[in-house]
T-cell receptor, first 113, second 110 residues
Framework: ETAVFQTPNYHVTQVGNEVSFNCKQT?????MYWYKQDSKKLLKIMFS???????VNETVPRRFSPQSSDKAHLNLRIKSVEPEDSAVYLC????????????FGAGTRLSVL | QQKVQQSPESLTVSEGAMASLNCTFS??????FRWYRQHSGKGLEVLVS????GEKEEGRFTAHLNRASLHVSLHIREPQPSDSAVYLC??????????FGSGTQLTVMP
């Protein structure tokens, strides 16, 4: 099956903890992204990673960092979570960085207590 | 800061009746707009991409773009209960950023 796979589906943690979310795509794409979707369903791009080039949305706090071992994997680490980090995190991939067609994973829902 | 406003927030239609969703954007600098659909618990599925003024049809989904009026719409012909989902419009900003609207929850009643 070719798609974008995210783990875990849900994660509950406490303020100050470190969390890490995994994303893998089997579509052969060369660009991957992380988006944050808030409670109002507003999607905001966080990172774009293409051919070892990382583009960061300047509004993303420094406690967030992407980690990639190869073009099929892009994980997201949050060093010390805060309550406002509660959201759904969506991983996506595409061929090229134009985002003409984006394939999204099902998302990871993070709840920070 | 560029913004995308969607309306209505929610829409209920009967099966077979046309469903129309709207988006307005804050400026006319983009020439790349998309409509996505998100079923509950699923990822985003792109429905239509439109790059110039006028109409673009993909199956039962038709997008209309009018950059002069800063408006893009989506019309769903003969909607079915399986089309019930959140619909998101997005515009491409600069070379890589997608700016999304907040979505319209569509419910199609059988």
């Amino acid at each position: 099956e070719t798609a974008v796979f995210q783990t875990p589906n849900y994660h509950v943690t406490q303020v100050g903890n470190e969390v890490s979310f995994n994303c893998k795509q089997t579509l052969g794409h060369d660009t991957m992204y992380w988006y944050k979707q808030d409670s109002k369903k507003l999607l905001k791009i966080m990172f774009s990673y293409n051919n070892k080039q990382l583009i960061v949305n300047e509004t993303v706090p420094r406690r967030f960092s992407p980690q990639s071992s190869d073009k099929a994997h892009l994980n997201l680490r949050i060093k010390s979570v805060e309550p406002e980090d509660s959201a759904v995190y969506l991983c996506a991939s595409s061929w090229g960085s134009s985002q003409n067609t984006l394939y999204f994973g099902a998302g990871t829902r993070l709840s920070v207590l | 800061q560029q913004k995308v406003q969607q309306s209505p927030e929610s829409l209920t239609v009967s099966e077979g009746a046309m469903a129309s969703l709207n988006c307005t954007f804050s400026d006319g600098t983009s020439d790349n707009f998309r409509w996505y659909r998100q079923h509950s618990g699923k990822g985003l599925e792109v429905l239509v991409s439109i790059f110039s003024d006028g109409e673009k049809e993909e199956g039962r989904f038709t997008a209309h773009l009018n950059r002069a009026s800063l408006h893009v719409s989506l019309h769903i012909r003969e909607p079915q209960p399986s089309d019930s989902a959140v619909y998101l419009c997005a515009m491409v900003s600069g070379s890589w950023q997608l700016i999304f609207g907040s979505g319209t929850q569509l419910t199609v009643m059988p």
